[in-house]
């Protein structure tokens, strides 16, 4: 709400909504298909993956702990990896890797933004970026340069866009921006979306379908086919011991206090 009632502090002039995120209308046929991969590191780690397919305006959700290769998934997908055993058809990708390079080119100059009136208000000025043109992107604090790199991608053409970890050093006003305009622009683009992050709430808003990763971290990963977002969600808390409820002021997502009523109820 932007107000801590105990110190009598308003710290916003505006309160946070966190609205559920929207059904999307798929377009007809499947924008792009993997088959089933595997990738190995020598000994020291392993992938499976099962094979999955994603629709025109569809967003891939890609979720679970650290270590288990879902970069390196996103990886080869984009190209950048090889898989051991298949070769994948080659196809028109944006990808926004989970570690920024950040040169002393200008934000104009990287982004070399479309004159169009569309992508300035649905994408400059939902991320804010237009107020940061001029700047250097060595002069950027992380959730700037973060918002930047996310404009780079979707202003690149490409029939698949891959986000690793778009979320970082972002704040949680501008996650809900960030979700908002990957799925608009996806949607009308008629696009489709890879996108890797560890925050539920971005997450199960922005998502249409999941990947959950599941293994050992650092030795071995896994994952199914694509499941429907909210099997793959209930997958993922089940995995992590927790529940969530929806705060019925902001619709904000929060855990269930364990062995509570509601922890209960919704185990």
């Not at 960030?178 to 199960?204: G, N, P, S």
């Not at 959950?212 to 969600?233: D, N, T, W, Y």
């Not at 011991?241 to 902001?250: K, L, P, S």
Request: proline share 3%.
């Amino acid at each position: 709400d932007g107000f801590l009632p105990d110190d009598n502090v308003r710290f916003r002039m505006y309160p946070i909504s966190f609205g559920k995120g929207v059904e999307t209308i798929f377009h007809e046929g499947v924008l792009f298909s993997y088959p089933g991969l595997k990738k190995s590191f020598g000994t020291l780690f392993s992938m499976d993956v099962a094979q999955g397919s994603i629709r025109k305006g569809e967003i891939l959700g890609i979720m679970g702990a650290n270590g288990l290769g879902k970069s390196t998934f996103l990886k080869i997908i984009s190209g950048l990896e090889n898989a051991d055993d298949v070769t994948l058809e080659k196809r028109s990708v944006s990808f926004k890797p989970q570690y920024l390079e950040a040169s002393d080119e200008t934000v104009q100059d990287y982004l070399q933004p479309e004159d169009s009136g569309w992508y300035k208000q649905h994408i400059l000025e939902k991320l804010n970026v237009r107020a940061i043109l001029r700047h250097k992107l060595s002069e950027l604090s992380g959730g700037e340069l973060q918002k930047v790199h996310i404009a780079k991608t979707l202003s690149t053409d490409a029939d698949i866009l891959v986000f690793d970890e778009p979320t970082a050093f972002v704040d949680v006003e501008d996650r809900l921006h960030i979700a908002e305009v990957i799925k608009e622009f996806v949607t009308k683009k008629e696009r489709c979306a890879l996108v890797v992050d560890h925050d539920v709430q971005f997450m199960d808003y922005l998502s249409d379908s999941l990947l959950i990763f599941e293994g050992q971290a650092g030795i071995k990963g896994a994952v199914s086919s694509p499941l429907r977002k909210e099997e793959g969600m209930n997958k993922l808390l089940k995995f992590l011991g927790i529940t969530y409820r929806m705060d019925t002021e902001t619709g904000r997502a929060r855990i269930n206090k364990p062995d509570s009523v509601l922890d209960r109820e919704q185990r």
